[in-house]
C-alpha cells in the first residue's frame, strides 16, 4: 500500500520528494498544493512538472477521497459521511453560524469510552484514524475554504489518538500548512490524564472538558473512564496552566432531568471549579434508546445556569444543531446502508 502524503510534514514532504529523485523545493510544493490551496488531484499541481508528478504518484497516494454520503438539516448544519479503511465510516459536521463554519472533526472509528449517552462510545471502538483520514474531512467537504474554525468533538477521544491528532494539529496551525491560528481549534476529552499534560504542555489550541457530573460515583455511572481518570485529577491538573490569556478551558455538561440538573449538583460543580478561569457549558440532551434519563426542563437549565453565574462561573446554554439529521453531541454512528 502506499503511503499518504496528505498528513506529512514539510521536512516529510521533502523527504518524499528526494526518495523519488526529486529537489527538496517540490515537497514545499506539495504542501503549498496539498494544504494552503488544499487540491485533491495531482493534475492541478501545475508548478510541478508532469514527470515530478507521475514520479511521485507511482510511489505515493494523496489520501484524500470524497465523502460517502451527506445530510442537510434544516437549521443548515451538514453532516459528511467518510469512509476510512475497507469496511469503517465515520461522520463530521459543519456547522454554519452568521460569519463562522465550524467543522466538528472525527478522530477515531468509534470510541473506546463506552459513555452510555453516547451512540459513538455505544458501537464500540473500530480503529485509530490516521492523519490523512482526518484531514479529508477539512479538504473533501463542499466548505473546504471556507471554515473558520474546528472542534475535535465529532466521533472518538482525541486523546487516545494523540499521536496522530498532535500531528494533524501541526498541519493546521503550521505556516506551511494551513496556517490557522491556535484560537481557531477546541479540543474536547474526558480528560486522558497522560495525554492531556501532553497536550498542555504541547499546543496551544482551546480545550473542553466532558464533564457531566461532579460526583464521581455518578460520573462513573455514565462515564466508564472516570474510573480511570478521575475528573478531579482532571481539573486538579488543568488548575497548573494559565487559562487568563488566549488559550481558553470550558467543560461541557449534558443536562438529564433528575439525575445531574439540581441545586446539589450546581453547588458541587461551582465547589469543584472554583477559581479557576473557565466556562461552563450545559448542553441540551437528545435522546437516544435504551437510555433512561431525558433532558432536563428549560426551566431547570435555566436555574442552574443563574446559580453558576452567580458563583463567577461563566455559564451559557448551548444551541443545539443538527438533531433532525443526527448530528447533535453525542448522536454521530457512522451508520451506513449499501
Known amino acids: 500500500m502506499k503511503e499518504k502524503l496528505t498528513g506529512m510534514t514539510l521536512t516529510e514532504l521533502k523527504a518524499a520528494a528526494a526518495a523519488c529523485g526529486l529537489k527538496p523545493f517540490v515537497g514545499?510544493?506539495?504542501?503549498?498544493?496539498?494544504?494552503?490551496?488544499?487540491?485533491?488531484?495531482?493534475?492541478?499541481?501545475?508548478?510541478?512538472?508532469?514527470?515530478?508528478?507521475?514520479?511521485?504518484?507511482?510511489?505515493?497516494?494523496?489520501?484524500?477521497?470524497?465523502?460517502?454520503?451527506?445530510?442537510?438539516?434544516?437549521?443548515?448544519t451538514k453532516k459528511y459521511l467518510?469512509?476510512?479503511g475497507d469496511d469503517r465510516y465515520v461522520e463530521s459536521v459543519m456547522i454554519p453560524d452568521e460569519d463562522r463554519k465550524t467543522l466538528c472533526v472525527s478522530s477515531q472509528a468509534g470510541c473506546k469510552m463506552n459513555c452510555s449517552f453516547c451512540m459513538t462510545g455505544r458501537?464500540?471502538?473500530?480503529?485509530?484514524?490516521?492523519?490523512?483520514?482526518?484531514?479529508?474531512?477539512?479538504?473533501?467537504?463542499?466548505?473546504?475554504?471556507?471554515?473558520?474554525?474546528?472542534v475535535f468533538m465529532g466521533m472518538g477521544e482525541p486523546l487516545d489518538?494523540?499521536?496522530?491528532?498532535?500531528?494533524?494539529l501541526e498541519v493546521l496551525t503550521a505556516p506551511w500548512g494551513f496556517a490557522w491560528s491556535p484560537k481557531r481549534i477546541t479540543l474536547s476529552t474526558i480528560g486522558v490524564l497522560p495525554a492531556l499534560k501532553r497536550f498542555l504542555d504541547e499546543q496551544k489550541c482551546h480545550l473542553a472538558v466532558s464533564l457531566h457530573n461532579p460526583f464521581p460515583d455518578e460520573r462513573l455511572s455514565l462515564m466508564p473512564a472516570q474510573k480511570a481518570w478521575?475528573?478531579?485529577?482532571?481539573?486538579s491538573l488543568i488548575r497548573q496552566y494559565d487559562f487568563s490569556g488566549q488559550r481558553r478551558v470550558s467543560f461541557e455538561y449534558t443536562m438529564f432531568a433528575g439525575f445531574n440538573d439540581d441545586k446539589r449538583h450546581a453547588d458541587a460543580l461551582i465547589r469543584l471549579l472554583r477559581g479557576l478561569e473557565?466556562?461552563?457549558?450545559?448542553?441540551?440532551?437528545?435522546?437516544?434508546?435504551?437510555?433512561?434519563?431525558?433532558?432536563?426542563?428549560?426551566?431547570?437549565?435555566?436555574?442552574?445556569?443563574?446559580r453558576l453565574n452567580n458563583h463567577q462561573i461563566l455559564c451559557t446554554i448551548r444551541s443545539s444543531r443538527g438533531e433532525d439529521i443526527l448530528a447533535a453531541c453525542g448522536m454521530l454512528a457512522g451508520q451506513h446502508s449499501q
Open 278 to 306: 473557565c466556562r461552563v457549558n450545559l448542553i441540551r440532551f437528545h435522546q437516544i434508546p435504551d437510555f433512561p434519563y431525558r433532558c432536563a426542563s428549560d426551566q431547570a437549565m435555566e436555574a442552574f445556569r443563574d
Open 82 to 84: 467518510f469512509r476510512v
Open 230 to 235: 478521575d475528573i478531579r485529577d482532571v481539573v
Open 161 to 168: 489518538n494523540y499521536g496522530t491528532v498532535s500531528r494533524v
Open 123 to 150: 458501537q464500540g471502538f473500530h480503529g485509530q484514524l490516521d492523519a490523512a483520514d482526518i484531514l479529508n474531512q477539512f479538504v473533501s467537504i463542499d466548505e473546504a475554504d471556507t471554515l473558520t474554525n474546528a
Open 28 to 76: 514545499a510544493q506539495l504542501a503549498d498544493w496539498l494544504y494552503a490551496k488544499r487540491v485533491r488531484s495531482w493534475d492541478r499541481m501545475v508548478n510541478i512538472s508532469k514527470t515530478a508528478r507521475e514520479a511521485l504518484a507511482e510511489h505515493y497516494d494523496l489520501g484524500l477521497s470524497d465523502p460517502a454520503g451527506t445530510a442537510l438539516s434544516s437549521d443548515g
